[in-house]
Every structure is written in C-alpha cells, then in structure tokens.
C-alpha cells in the first residue's frame, strides 16, 4: 500500500525508527518508593506530551516511571500503527497507570491543516478513528480528552479559546464547537517547550523553562489559577538530545518549586464522561437498509 509520509512537521523526516530499540520492561516496584509527586491543589502541572507513538516516547514513558510523575501523552493514531517498534511504544503508555493516552487525532491532518479544518463531518470521523485505535488496545478507554492538530484550541466547561495565530476568515471555530458538541473535552495549551522544527530539538534548557512557568504561575497567566499545562513533543526526548536527562532535570525543577503532577483527566471535573460515537453512527447509517 502507498503510504503519505507524514508531513506536518520537516523534523519528522529525520525521525524515522529502525526498530533499533528494545522496548524497555516497565520498571518493577522500586525497594524504596519515591514520594509520590502528584496532585497538589496549589501548583498542578499537566505534563503532556504530543506526536508519539515516535523515538524519545520510549524516554518520556521511563523517566516518568522513575520520577513517580503523572502525565498525558497526546498520540497520534497512524504513528501508533507504523511499525511494530511504535506499536509497542503505544501499548507500554497505555498500561503504565501514571500515563493518560489521549487522541490527538489519527491522521494529524497530514500537514494539510487548513483543508482538515475545512470539513466538519472529516474531522470528526478522524478524530473518532483515533478512539476506535485506542479502544482497540484498551477496552476500558472511555475518555473523550483530544487535542487538536497543530491548534491550541480549548473546548472544556467555562474555558472555550480558539487559537490565536488563526486568521478569522478561515472560520474553524465551528469546528470546534462541532466537537465540542459531540461530548469532545479539547484542550490546549499554557505553554510550549519550543524547539527547532529541523532537528526537533529543544531551545531552552529545563532551567530556563522551569523558571518561566514559575513567572507565568506568579503572573496568573494561565487558563485556570494554579493550574499549568505544558507542551512538549515526544521527538525532543530522543537519545541524541539527552531526552532523559532533559526531562529528569525538569521535572527535578518542578518538584523543588513544589509542583505537583496530574493527568488532563484531573483537570476537570467532567461528570460520566463517554467518548463520543459519531463515527459508529455514522457507520451504522451507512450501512442501514
Ligand atoms: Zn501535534
């Protein structure tokens, strides 16, 4: 079969996998347990990490078991497919109970953003594809949490944003508003770890970034008070930037500023929450007689 190369972002050429990791066993219950750096009502950092299943996820998913800290992996549903190296990736972030796999949508619109956010019906039936791949590895998955591509848009209760760098005369907003009706939670972002869009690696050290999300913090500069979300990418976490360390030293920074950690899934209290089925309707339309 003919296979589109992902082309939303140039640094994705440069990160193919070759299968050249052995995906690491999760780590057995440590002899002395860390204290467990979670929820803290004052300083809640979400963690989430965008574009994996992709080298450096493998990274992410061991440091976060070695910190004891929660986060959201944002995964994408053809990334999760590509190979069986990335399919592995995938399944090790769904077991692994510190981490919430979220839709960031199945195809990641192909690099083609404006015609993504041109179709409604396309959009929706994208992003309930990507439900159906995590269903499929977890039967228990039933949270409608996404994010879009290459949007920072917000659709929860009481916080409804659309992304900033958009041009109003593209008219996307319903779109978002179509899922939003669906039962879709979709969340943006506070912040972004930035990093080069050749190599993927990131601008700013874990220093550097922690000591501008403590003045955003101080700022009040965030969606909720004392809540922060944070984008980072799975690429930056590769071997050859360090990834591990990286993340480590972040999140050491985070902890002595008396950060603690959650998934998106805390970040509202979203009552009987369903993923969405549009898809299946859709399907079971198609096929009715
Ligand atoms: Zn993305």
């Not at 750096?37 to 809640?44: F, L, Q």
């Not at 848009?153 to 005369?169: F, M, Q, T, Y």
């Not at 508003?177 to 669906?182: H, V, Y």
């Not at 979203?270 to 079971?284: D, E, L, S």
Request: proline letters at 4%.
């Amino acid at each position: 079969m003919f296979f589109f190369p992902f082309v939303g972002f140039a640094s994705y050429d440069i990160i193919d996998d070759y299968e050249v990791y052995d995906i690491q066993k999760p780590l057995t219950i440590p002899i002395t347990p860390k204290k467990e750096a979670n929820i803290n009502s004052d300083k809640t950092m979400f963690l989430t990490f965008d574009d994996g299943p992709l080298l450096g996820s493998n990274n992410i998913i061991s440091v976060l078991q070695e910190e004891n800290v929660k986060a959201t992996m944002f995964m994408i549903g053809k990334h999760a497919q590509r190979s069986k190296y990335r399919k592995k990736t995938f399944k090790r972030a769904i077991k692994e109970p510190l981490i919430l796999v979220a839709n960031h949508t199945y195809s990641h619109a192909d690099g083609r953003y404006k015609h993504f956010y041109s179709d409604k019906e396309a959009l929706i039936e994208d992003i309930n594809k990507m439900d159906q791949i995590l269903m499929e590895n977890d039967p228990n998955h039933n949270l409608p949490y996404c994010r879009l591509a290459g949007r920072n848009v917000w659709r929860l209760p009481k916080i409804i944003r659309n992304d900033a760098g958009i041009p109003k005369r593209y008219c996307e907003n319903d779109k978002y508003d179509a899922l939003s009706e669906c039962g879709y939670k979709i969340f943006g972002w506070d912040y972004q770890w930035e990093y080069n869009p050749r190599s993927g690696k990131v601008y700013k050290t874990p220093q550097e970034i922690a000591n501008t999300i403590e003045k955003i913090y101080k700022r009040g500069r965030t969606r909720k008070t004392g809540k922060f979300v944070l984008l980072m990418h799975d690429f930056s976490f590769r071997d050859k930037f360090g990834g591990k360390e990286q993340l480590r030293e972040l999140i050491t920074e985070l902890k002595s500023l008396g950060w603690g950690f959650a998934t998106v899934a805390n970040y509202i209290k979203a009552k009987n929450c369903k993923i969405p089925y549009a898809y299946n309707t859709r399907q079971q339309k198609t096929t009715e007689h």
